[in-house]
């Protein structure tokens, strides 16, 4: 079998509210690209990625993948990241590639990719309840103080049945922080805490927060400080566990985080780690060491849409290390780009697709719908504020 063509289609697709972290603002719209790896056996594969590969970079990818195997997995991640050192484009773009491959693979043989990865050990996967403080929409208020944010976590885990929070952490202080963890502890006195801040902290911050953290049974503090030596001090000394997404991304990474005991805990990104066979072969290196994994969700720009999600469902579903509940941004989104819309959470868990391959397809109709609406973006896109409540302010890190 032979790769034909590569196609790509730009999307933007509404998200519920818009969402606030240590960055700012996020727009109230995902932008996602939807790739199709045509074959000569009439095959198609799909992938997704995040906005942050270049159009110029699509099409020397097109060029590299005609007339390729979508079986050759490992030539083509030798010819697509080339001699050139770590990009993050090139990892995402790589991820969105194999992606596409094994959908065509699964296809090809009426399986699907959950058992080309080694089989799934599960059916489905417990998601978390992802609570974003939120800025105001036409159709919801804000969710800013503690009182709107409990509120709101007590809503997500009625409607979908979370057993896990993750509280964003990092667009207030940190003394908001703790106390909007403490009070989504005391509301919910057996679920799963997570609290990420995403690096805001410096170390003393990260370990003053840890000890004012210490009765509130946090399964882990996410990203707290910045850098493999900021988290090996916290590591250390806090009394609580640390995950990160942030300052253990790539395996050139993992010697430097072991020899520092630098976390506990790494959640496994299928874009930072070039697609999900790296995200394997990372979660069988950090058992070896003792580090426990999750899975991240957001590494290549925002929610991940219906395409992706399901890819890191049948990653997820194999991994027979995997303790926690995943991380998902799905439940922000309005809509989806695959056939029937939004995939459904039953009991706070998203089903594994048995169909061939990824076992979901693109909607045309949602596809064209949503590339009008990114096109729409484009031409209206003037200069984003980091933050439209606060003129003129701009993250910096640490923030406190
Ligand atoms: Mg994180």
Redesign the pocket.
């Known amino acids: 079998m032979k790769v034909t063509d590569l196609r790509w289609t730009h999307v933007s697709v509404p998200l519920q509210a818009p969402l606030l972290s240590a960055d700012g603002v996020s727009p109230a719209t995902v932008r996602r690209t939807l790739l199709e790896v045509e074959t000569d056996a009439g095959l198609v594969g799909i992938g997704e990625i995040g906005p942050r590969v270049s159009s110029d970079r699509l099409n020397a990818a097109r060029g590299t993948l005609v007339g390729e195997d979508p079986y050759a997995l490992e030539r083509l991640r030798s010819k697509l990241h080339g001699s050139r050192f770590y990009q993050m484009e090139t990892a995402i773009l790589l991820a969105g590639i194999e992606m596409a491959c094994l959908d065509v693979q699964g296809k090809a043989a009426g399986r699907p990719v959950s058992d080309l990865l080694g089989g799934r050990l599960r059916g489905s996967l417990p998601a978390i309840a992802y609570v974003y403080r939120r800025a105001a929409t036409e159709r919801a208020a804000a969710v800013s103080t503690t009182e709107h944010v409990v509120g709101h976590v007590a809503e997500l885990v009625e409607r979908y049945g979370f057993e896990t929070i993750k509280l964003k952490g990092g667009a207030a202080t940190p003394e908001d922080d703790v106390e909007m963890a403490g009070a989504v502890r005391a509301r919910f006195p057996c679920h799963r805490l997570r609290l990420?801040p995403?690096g805001a902290w410096t170390v003393a911050t990260s370990l003053r927060v840890a000890r004012q953290l210490r009765d509130c049974d946090l399964e882990w503090l996410?990203?707290p400080t910045m850098g493999l030596d900021g988290m090996a001090e916290v590591t250390r000394r806090s009394p609580i566990a640390t995950a990160t997404?942030?300052c253990l991304v790539d395996f050139h990474e993992l010697s430097s985080a072991v020899i520092r005991r630098a976390v506990d805990v790494m959640?496994l990104d299928v874009y930072f780690l070039g697609g999900l066979r790296g995200a394997r072969e990372m979660a069988a290196a950090c058992g070896a060491f003792g580090i426990d994994v999750g899975i991240?969700s957001g590494g290549a720009g925002g929610a991940e849409l219906g395409v992706a999600m399901t890819a890191m469902l049948h990653l997820a579903s194999t991994l027979p290390a995997l303790r926690c509940a995943i991380d998902a941004m799905y439940h922000h989104l309005e809509d989806d780009v695959i056939r029937g819309g939004l995939l459904t959470y039953r009991g706070g868990e998203l089903t594994v697709p048995d169909g061939p391959g990824l076992g979901v397809e693109l909607d045309p109709e949602r596809l064209d719908r949503y590339a009008d609406a990114y096109e729409r973006e484009r031409r209206e896109r003037t200069r984003r504020e980091p933050d439209p409540s606060r003129p003129g302010w701009y993250p910096t890190y640490p923030a406190w």
Do not use: C, K, Q
């Open positions: 990420d995403n996410e990203d997404n942030m959640l991240h």
